[in-house]
């Protein structure tokens, strides 16, 4: 009898009783089906926190009113342009100088200067003058209640009941600015008023024109940004049909890359690598090219950007040659050492592109959590914008008339406003007199800083959560494809679908415990931002540096959290475990192989960021040579711009934005085949009871296989 070897199915093995056969089910094809919910607590926390985010919204929707964000408010809190002020909508400022000693933080701390709701602005220029103390009143701008026919001019003005001196002046966003005259008129402006008096303040401080000038000169930088605004808005309106062109081609360009990449991927990955290098390359020599060509010359460089900036041509080609030179070497050597790294990133990005290329609808799959991120950002703030405005409403004093006599407001309000002092209280609906009370003034809603805190930690929760669910989601279609032994046949109808399923289905809880980590942290974070801001002028390093070594800490906590929770989402999406035993076991995995992981994950995210920025730089120089006119039989279709850097920068960040959505998925498909990858190996020995499931060129290219079962025949 002759011995022949014969290939025998692999399910027969199955029914062998071998401790080869624990822990490898290949019958599950893909992720684990038989699942049950995880994390339910958490889930709960967290429905509890979104009920409490609905609370908010609606005492926010029905206490606040961001119109009234608009009107300005004198020194009282008065609101100007309702209530009684309804006829006085525009905020005068006492003294100007007090307010340019603040500098450009005068428009979020505000004006140390009394302000008086005004009915129009000043139309003409006005200066106290000591000697001339029985002047005409008529011409004085005091504050409310003042009755200034029992009062001397210069008693008004030392008083700081009236205004020393103004200017004639413009409504800009219903402030009264001297946007006329005074920014031309230098140190002659002692002689606007036609005489030339000494300009004393409410302090009785002498001014002369530098003092002036020095006090306005926020408002003029203020106003050249305003115009400046005004020109990038009208770049933005008269270009943007070509803006979204450019954005469309970048969607074109992303998607013809990955196209590309689903065939040769490896060419594609290797040519980024080359291209990437040669740029640098190429910029260095056309640097020191340009430098020996403008050596001696003394020529200039004028660039006009917002600002005219110029430079000497020699020394910029010089300073560019050396510094393109030097990130030209850094470059090269750093591809050289990977080189072999790079070829198991190649190998894991083929693995990659032809799990994408299998399932295409994921590619379109991250303009759901990106819309949802863009609610969630739109509902924080709506929400903070009403907290905000929670208060601002104009009421009246003292004692209001109710149906049976009498109440002092401030009785009341003690005694109905317990909870929220500033709530605004009404009348029972069987009062017939009027409401009761309300707010005296704006700024006193000391609570809503807790709703606000409240509102931005569940910002936070919110765009991780929906961060999270993108991820897992996209991890189960991925582990579907790579678990599935037979790629053509073991794959699942619709991947993608059943992932989402699974995961809205099962693991709600685990990605609420997940994102809610990584939110406490990024609160903490916003606190200690707050923190660094009032300690700026602190003269205490101690506590700076502390703070500093903080939020260097919490920094790299958050991106620690942010690197387990995704390999945690990786694994709940294999196994549907919960959170912190798919945790533990996506840290084990990656602690066993730490070198390898942290390599090739730097090195794929390095290599998906040239990818990157290879659509961005082609989008961006169609987009220069088409708005800067270079395009010649394009000529007719480019607008007439004040900036015509503008559309440029929006087509270039949007285009980032749409490639970052696209490589976003190949990123995730790495991350999620290199993690299977690694329990594939942890797991699995090649044998015909625990065969690889990576493909082959993986398995050359680390030098295992599977081995084929024998038997006698």
Same mark, same amino acid.
């Given at each position: 009898?002759?011995?022949?070897?014969?290939?025998?199915?692999?399910?027969?093995?199955?029914?062998?009783?071998?401790?080869?056969?624990?822990?490898?089910?290949?019958?599950?094809?893909?992720?684990?089906? %038989?699942?049950?919910?995880?994390?339910?607590? =958490?889930?709960? #926390?967290?429905? /509890?926190?979104?009920? !409490?985010?609905?609370? @908010?919204?609606?005492?926010?929707?029905?206490?606040?009113?961001?119109?009234?964000?608009?009107?300005?408010?004198?020194?009282?809190?008065?609101?100007?342009?309702?209530?009684?002020?309804?006829?006085?909508?525009?905020l005068f400022f006492f003294d100007l100088v007090e307010c340019g000693r603040v500098g450009p933080g005068v428009f979020l701390t505000g004006c140390p200067t009394p302000q008086v709701c005004v009915a129009?602005?000043?139309?003409?220029?006005?200066?106290?003058?000591?000697?001339?103390?029985?002047?005409?009143?008529?011409?004085?701008?005091?504050?409310?209640?003042?009755?200034?026919?029992?009062?001397?001019?210069?008693?008004?003005?030392?008083?700081?009941?009236?205004?020393?001196?103004?200017? %004639?002046?413009?409504?800009?966003?219903?402030? =009264?600015?001297? #946007?006329?005259? /005074?920014?031309?008129? !230098?140190?002659?402006? @002692?002689?606007?008023?036609?005489?030339?008096?000494?300009?004393?303040?409410?302090?009785?401080?002498?001014?002369?024109?530098?003092?002036?000038?020095?006090?306005?000169?926020?408002?003029?930088?203020?106003?050249?940004?305003?115009?400046?605004?005004?020109?990038?808005?009208a770049d933005v309106v008269a270009s943007w049909w070509m803006m979204l062109i450019g954005l469309v081609v970048a969607m074109v360009i992303s998607m013809i890359w990955i196209v590309l990449m689903r065939w040769i991927s490896g060419f594609m990955i290797w040519l980024t690598v080359l291209l990437f290098v040669a740029l640098w390359l190429a910029l260095t020599i056309c640097c020191w090219y340009l430098y020996f060509q403008n050596k001696g010359t003394n020529e200039t460089l004028t660039v006009y950007l917002i600002w005219q900036l110029s430079f000497e041509k020699e020394n910029l080609f010089l300073a560019g040659g050396i510094i393109f030179g030097v990130i030209f070497v850094i470059v090269f050597f750093i591809?050289?050492?990977?080189?072999?790294?790079?070829?198991?990133?190649v190998a894991l990005i083929g693995h990659g592109s032809r799990a994408v290329g299998s399932m295409w609808s994921t590619l379109f799959w991250p303009l759901v959590p990106f819309v949802l991120q863009l609610g969630v950002v739109a509902l924080w703030g709506c929400i903070a914008t009403f907290l905000l405005t929670i208060g601002r409403a104009p009421q009246p004093s003292g004692n209001f008339t109710l149906a049976n006599g009498t109440t002092d407001i401030a009785k009341y309000k003690s005694d109905v406003e317990n909870l929220f002092e500033r709530i605004p209280c009404e009348s029972s609906q069987n009062d017939t007199e009027g409401k009761l009370c309300g707010f005296l003034k704006y700024g006193k809603g000391d609570y809503t800083i807790y709703l606000q805190i409240f509102n931005l930690f569940m910002f936070f929760w919110l765009v991780n959560f929906v961060s999270a669910l993108g991820q897992l989601t996209l991890s189960g279609a991925f582990s579907s494809y790579y678990w599935a032994f037979d790629k053509s046949k073991d794959i699942p109808a619709l991947p993608l679908l059943g992932a989402f399923y699974r995961c809205f289905r099962y693991h709600l809880g685990s990605l609420a415990f997940g994102s809610l980590l990584i939110?406490?942290?990024?609160?903490?974070?916003?606190?200690?931002?707050?923190?660094?801001?009032?300690?700026?002028?602190?003269?205490?390093?101690?506590?700076?540096?502390?703070?500093?070594?903080?939020?260097?800490?919490?920094?790299?906590?958050?991106?620690?959290?942010?690197?387990?929770?995704?390999?945690?989402?990786?694994?709940?999406?294999?196994?549907?475990k919960n959170f912190c035993t798919s945790a533990k076991r996506a840290f084990e995995l990656i602690l066993?192989?730490?070198?390898?992981?942290?390599?090739?994950?730097?090195?794929?995210?390095?290599?998906?960021?040239?990818?990157?920025?290879?659509?961005?730089?082609?989008?961006?120089?169609?987009?220069?040579?088409?708005?800067?006119?270079?395009?010649?039989?394009?000529?007719?279709?480019?607008?007439?711009?004040?900036?015509?850097?503008?559309?440029?920068?929006?087509?270039?960040i949007g285009a980032y934005i749409i490639a970052d959505l696209f490589f976003s998925v190949y990123e995730m498909a790495v991350d999620t085949i290199f993690l299977c990858f690694l329990d594939d190996i942890e797991r699995n020995d090649g044998s015909p009871e625990k065969p690889y499931f990576m493909g082959k060129d993986l398995m050359k290219?680390?030098?295992?296989?599977?081995?084929?079962?024998?038997?006698e025949g």
């Open positions: 009898m002759t011995m022949s070897t014969v290939d025998i199915p692999l399910d027969i093995y199955l029914l062998a009783d071998t401790p080869l056969k624990k822990g490898y089910d290949p019958s599950r094809q893909g992720p684990k089906r %038989k699942r049950s919910c995880t994390d339910v607590i =958490c889930c709960l #926390i967290f429905i /509890i926190f979104l009920g !409490g985010l609905v609370v @908010v919204a609606y005492f926010a929707f029905v206490y606040g009113d961001p119109q009234l964000l608009i009107y300005p408010r004198d020194s009282n809190g008065n609101l100007c342009g309702l209530g009684k002020y309804e006829n006085k909508k525009y129009k602005c000043p139309d003409t220029d006005y200066i106290f003058a000591e000697d001339l103390v029985t002047q005409n009143k008529s011409k004085l701008i005091c504050k409310d209640g003042v009755e200034t026919s029992k009062k001397r001019v210069d008693q008004l003005v030392l008083d700081k009941d009236c205004a020393a001196y103004y200017f %004639k002046s413009e409504a800009v966003i219903n402030r =009264c600015l001297p #946007i006329t005259e /005074i920014l031309d008129l !230098g140190k002659d402006i @002692v002689n606007i008023a036609g005489k030339n008096h000494t300009i004393v303040n409410n302090d009785n401080k002498t001014l002369d024109g530098g003092d002036i000038n020095y006090g306005i000169k926020v408002f003029d930088a203020f106003l050249k940004a305003k115009e400046i605004g005004d020109k990038i808005i591809m050289l050492f990977l080189c072999q790294r790079i070829r198991i990133a939110a406490i942290v990024q609160i903490i974070r916003a606190f200690l931002e707050y923190l660094d801001s009032k300690l700026k002028a602190s003269e205490n390093p101690v506590a700076k540096f502390f703070l500093k070594c903080l939020k260097c800490c919490f920094w790299c906590l958050e991106k620690i959290l942010k690197f387990l929770c995704k390999n945690a989402y990786i694994m709940i999406a294999v196994y549907g066993k192989n730490c070198v390898r992981a942290f390599v090739l994950d730097k090195v794929t995210d390095f290599l998906f960021f040239v990818c990157k920025l290879m659509v961005v730089g082609a989008v961006g120089v169609i987009a220069y040579f088409f708005f800067d006119g270079k395009i010649t039989f394009l000529n007719q279709y480019t607008p007439m711009l004040n900036f015509y850097f503008v559309p440029i920068i929006v087509v270039v290219l680390l030098g295992k296989k599977n081995v084929k079962p024998k038997a």
